[in-house]
């Protein structure tokens, strides 16, 4: 059974920064897509950024962009979502995710397997 667990979020003021981290396990994910989504209060899980299986395609929401930077640990079972300079409209619950394919995708339903999420919160 694949397990995701998320580490990192907390709170920071405007223009910090905070660094995610998601371990998977229970199958190796060499050949997996590796994604964060996250969701506000009220409103639906948007996809945030994805990583393809190789590590060497990153790919970003407009909103997000030349600010967070997402990569995948040298074990490839892992991703990491470092973000800086955020912005209140940051705020959300993150979530870590892969499918069982090799390249990105983008919306909810490409992807198989979820963490629990954590907290990220971003005061003005």
């Known amino acids: 059974q694949v397990h995701l667990v998320e580490f990192g979020g907390g709170l920071v003021q405007t223009g910090g920064s905070l660094r995610l981290f998601c371990a998977a396990s229970?199958?190796?994910?060499?050949?997996?897509?590796m994604a964060w989504f996250r969701q506000a209060p009220g409103k639906e899980r948007e996809w945030v950024a994805a990583?393809?299986?190789?590590?060497?395609?990153?790919k970003y929401t407009e909103s997000v962009k030349g600010r967070f930077t997402i990569s995948r640990g040298g074990a490839r079972n892992t991703v990491y979502l470092e973000m800086n300079n955020m912005k209140p409209e940051d705020t959300a619950v993150y979530y870590c995710?892969?499918?069982?394919?090799?390249?990105?995708?983008?919306?909810?339903?490409?992807?198989?397997?979820w963490g629990q999420g954590t907290q990220v919160t971003v005061t003005s």
């Open positions: 995710t892969t499918r069982t394919e090799a390249k990105t995708g983008y919306n909810v339903a490409s992807y198989n397997y």
């Open positions: 990583i393809d299986d190789e590590g060497t395609r990153p």
């Open positions: 229970g199958r190796p994910f060499n050949d997996y897509a």
